[in-house]
């Protein structure tokens, strides 16, 4: 059985992944038109949560339904990490309780929108899924 300590740097990761490359995309996308409106946080972070339910939707195989809810949960759990980074800030042993009963949280509801057999499938599938949205992202 895996640690909190894993699913709580896979959470991580994934956000750290999404908003990073967001940023990139952005930046790369300024420089090469001259006419582009820039985007603020809240747009990059709803487009971020966007992309990453849609590649889980494709790689579970996820109803319509599963797909819109599980976008419901990323985004509370982006805005708790926003928020509980902006609180703690480098006071690194509360911000890491504050992100793994996030973590716990968000793995919990997401377990209850899933099948089990597609939850099972989201636990061993999790790098393919980040993977596959770095690559999303360099193409776009």
């Known amino acids: 059985m895996f640690r909190p300590r894993f699913w709580l740097l896979a959470l991580l990761l994934m956000l750290t992944l999404a908003t990073s490359c967001a940023r990139r995309r952005a930046k790369r996308e300024a420089a090469t038109s001259t006419a582009v409106e820039p985007r603020s946080a809240e747009e990059i972070r709803r487009e971020n949560v966007r992309d990453l339910a849609a590649v889980m939707a494709d790689e579970l195989k996820?109803?319509?339904?599963?797909?819109?809810?599980?976008?419901?949960?990323?985004?509370?759990?982006?805005?708790?990490?926003?928020?509980?980074?902006?609180?703690?800030?480098?006071?690194?042993?509360?911000?890491?309780?504050?992100?793994?009963?996030?973590?716990?949280?968000?793995?919990?509801?997401?377990?209850?929108?899933?099948?089990?057999?597609?939850?099972?499938?989201?636990?061993?599938?999790?790098p393919q899924i980040q993977q596959k949205l770095r690559e999303q992202r360099a193409g776009n």
Not at 64 to 79: F, G, N, W
Not at 99 to 114: A, C, F, P, V
């Open 62 to 126: 996820l109803r319509d339904d599963q797909t819109q809810r599980i976008r419901q949960v990323l985004a509370t759990t982006v805005e708790q990490v926003n928020a509980a980074q902006a609180r703690f800030g480098t006071d690194k042993a509360a911000l890491g309780s504050a992100l793994r009963r996030i973590n716990t949280t968000s793995e919990g509801q997401l377990k209850q929108i899933m099948t089990p057999a597609q939850y099972q499938l989201y636990q061993q599938r999790k």
